[in-house]
Antibody, heavy 120, light 107 residues
Framework: QITLKESGPTLVKPTQTLTLTCTFS??????????VGWIRQPPGKALEWLAH???????RYSPSLKSRLTITKDTPKNQVVLTVTNTDPVDTATYYC????????????WGQGTLVTVSS | DIQMTQSPSTLSASIGDRVTITCRAS??????LAWYQQKPGKAPKFLIY???RLESGVPSRFNGSGSGTEFTLTISSLQPDDFATYYC?????????FGQGTKVEIK
């Protein structure tokens, strides 16, 4: 059974760095083809893909946010971490992590999401 | 970048109606398209991949079709549990662009 759960601060001040952790179970990032992605959703708005990382440490980022995002994995801990630098109120959103099947790029299992507010 | 455009943005329908949502890509994406259902306050639920392949456990009233740049999600007979927002996603190993969503509401 695959489960994922996001954790991190609920409130960050503008210009600060946001660090989010995805802790998962039911799969391993040491297995070929496995990946984890991050997606966010501002209140009342659409989903936005941010980044993903694969078992072989291949990392991909949204072109519009690439300069501000870093995704890393800790395979023994079953965790993936996303950092967002120089935050702005427009980064206020629910952040989701999700399992990627067979290096395909679609997300078949999702975490419950965590709401992050960027405000002074 | 490939852009994904869904239509309509909102759709009003009744129980038992046949409902169709369209998703268009700004350039050809072959069949690299997924569909998700999202209810208020919940994470999206994965429905379909490769444009037409139903995920295990998803009711057969959901059907995906299309290739190239135009895709559709059809619900053959709308059920109370289907009122939600639906998103398409172009995916590959390198990116995962979502459409803006289509809200299916009660008429």
């Amino acid at each position: 059974q695959i489960t994922l759960k996001e954790s991190g601060p609920t409130l960050v001040k503008p210009t600060q760095t946001l660090t989010l952790t995805c802790t998962f179970s039911g799969f391993s990032l040491s297995v070929s083809g496995v990946g984890v992605g991050w997606i966010r959703q501002p209140p009342g708005k659409a989903l936005e893909w941010l980044a993903h990382i694969y078992w072989d440490d291949d990392r991909r980022y949204s072109p519009s946010l690439k300069s501000r995002l870093t995704i890393t994995k800790d395979t023994p801990k079953n965790q993936v971490v996303l950092t967002v630098t120089n935050t702005d109120p427009v980064d206020t959103a629910t952040y989701y992590c999700a399992h990627i099947r067979a290096a395909a790029g679609f997300f078949d299992f999702w975490g419950q999401g965590t709401l992050v507010t960027v405000s002074s | 970048d490939i852009q994904m455009t869904q239509s309509p943005s909102t759709l009003s329908a009744s129980i038992g109606d046949r409902v169709t949502i369209t998703c268009r890509a700004s350039q050809t994406i072959n069949s690299w398209l997924a569909w998700y259902q999202q209810k208020p306050g919940k994470a999206p639920k994965f429905l379909i991949y490769r444009a037409s392949r139903l995920e295990s456990g998803v009711p057969s009233r959901f059907n995906g079709s299309g290739s190239g740049t135009e895709f559709t999600l059809t619900i053959s007979s709308l059920q109370p549990d289907d009122f939600a927002t639906y998103y398409c996603q172009h995916y590959n190993s390198y990116s995962g662009t979502f459409g803006q969503g289509t809200k299916v509401e009660i008429k």
